[in-house]
C-alpha cells in the first residue's frame, strides 16, 4: 500500500494522491481500536471539551496527510507547499558563525517540513539522531525516494553514536532529534504534561550538555492543504549539568521542553500524533504510524 501510494503520488499527482487518504482514515478509524481510544482521550484534554468522532477522523487524517507529504519532501517537490517559517535567523546566526546545535523537535506535526530550506538561503548540514528499526519499511521506502538520506542518519544505541554527533557538531552541523518519546531502554523523568504525570527521556538533555552547543525548539505544525508553518524557538545557548543537582537540573529543562510541547499541542491538537496512552508511565507506545524514520 506504501508503495502504491508513493507511486501514484510520483505519477498522478498530489490531489490524486489525497483523495485516497479518506478510505485510509476510514480505515484506521473502524479497525484502529487503541489508537482511536488514546486520540480521544488526547482531544478530551487538548479542545478542553469532549472530543466527537469527526474530531477523532480529523486527527487521523491530518496525520495520514503528512506522511503524505513526505514523499513530495523527499523529492524536493517543494513547490507543493504553502510554508511559513519563524524565527529561522536565530538557526542561521548559529550556523554563519560554523557552530553546531541541537535542534529538538517532536511527534507534534511533521519534523520533515524541516528539509525545506529555501528560505534559509544555505544548503542545511542536517544529521538525524535516530533509531531506524523502529519504522524499517517506512525508512527503506523513503530512503528509495532519496538514498542520501541514510547519509544524514546518525544511529542511536551504538558504540560510536555519540562520537559522531560530537564531530557532527564541531564540524557546525545540525543534530536533530525528537524529544518525547521513550526508548524501551532509555532513562526517563516524570513532568507534568496537560495537568497529569508523563515520562520524558533524558536522552535530548544528557546529549546537550556532552555537545555544549545551543539547542533549539522545532515545531512543523501542518494547516490543512498545503500549508505548513515552522516555529523555531531558542531554548538554551548551553546546557550544563551541575555534579550536586544534576538529576534537578535534568528535571527542569524536561518541565521547560514539555511546557512547549504542551503549548504547541493544545494550539494544534490535530497535529500530536503519538496515538497511545501517552499519560501510561509504564510503556513507551505503539501507534499507527511512526515519526521515528525522520527526516522526519
Keep these: 500500500m506504501l508503495h502504491l501510494i508513493r507511486w501514484i503520488a510520483l505519477h498522478m499527482g498530489r490531489g490524486t494522491a489525497r483523495s485516497l487518504l479518506y478510505p485510509i482514515t ?25 472530543a466527537t468522532p469527526w474530531d477523532v477522523t480529523k486527527h487521523i487524517h491530518t496525520f495520514a496527510s503528512t506522511i503524505l507529504d513526505r514523499v513530495f519532501m523527499m523529492t524536493d517537490r517543494y513547490d507543493c507547499f504553502d510554508l511559513k517559517i519563524n524565527n529561522h535567523e536565530l538557526i542561521a546566526e548559529v ?23 529555501a528560505v534559509l538561503r544555505r544548503e542545511l ?26 547519509d544524514n542518519i546518525i544511529p542511536l544505541g ?19 532529534m525528537l524529544g518525547d518519546r521513550v526508548a524501551d531502554s532509555g532513562k526517563t523523568v516524570t513532568c507534568r504534561f496537560f495537568d ?3 515520562n520524558f527521556s533524558q536522552g535530548p538533555i544528557l546529549l546537550a550538555s556532552l555537545l555544549k552547543v545551543p539547542v ?4 512543523g505544525v501542518y494547516l490543512g492543504g498545503n500549508r505548513y508553518e515552522i516555529h523555531i524557538e531558542s531554548f538554551a545557548d548551553q546546557i550544563s549539568l551541575t555534579r550536586g543537582s544534576r538529576e534537578q537540573d535534568i528535571q527542569y529543562w524536561t518541565q521547560r521542553y514539555a511546557e512547549r510541547l504542551e503549548h504547541y ?32
Design 216 to 219: 533549539f525548539l522545532f515545531f
Design 196 to 198: 497529569r504525570p508523563a
Design 158 to 176: 551504538q558504540t560510536d553514536t555519540l562520537i559522531r554527533a560530537q564531530e557532527s557538531a564541531a564540524s557546525g552541523s545540525i543534530i536533530g
Design 95 to 117: 550556523l554563519n558563525q560554523n557552530r553546531g546545535c541541537i535542534l529538538l523537535g517532536s511527534h507534534l506535526g511533521s519534523f520533515e517540513v524541516l528539509r525545506i530550506t
Design 125 to 150: 548540514p542536517l544529521k538525524i539522531l535516530m533509531y531506524p528499526q523502529h519504522n524499517e519499511m517506512l525508512v527503506r521506502i523513503l530512503s528509495e525516494l532519496n538514498p542520501t538520506l541514510s
Design 265 to 296: 499541542a493544545r494550539s494544534a491538537p490535530y497535529n500530536w500524533f503519538n496515538f497511545y496512552d501517552y499519560w501510561d508511565v509504564q510503556q513507551t507506545g505503539v501507534e499507527i504510524g511512526s515519526q521515528n524514520s525522520v527526516p522526519g
Design 26 to 50: 476510514l480505515y484506521f478509524l473502524l479497525t484502529a481500536g487503541k489508537q482511536r481510544r488514546a486520540s480521544r482521550e488526547f482531544l478530551n484534554m487538548a479542545l478542553n471539551r469532549p
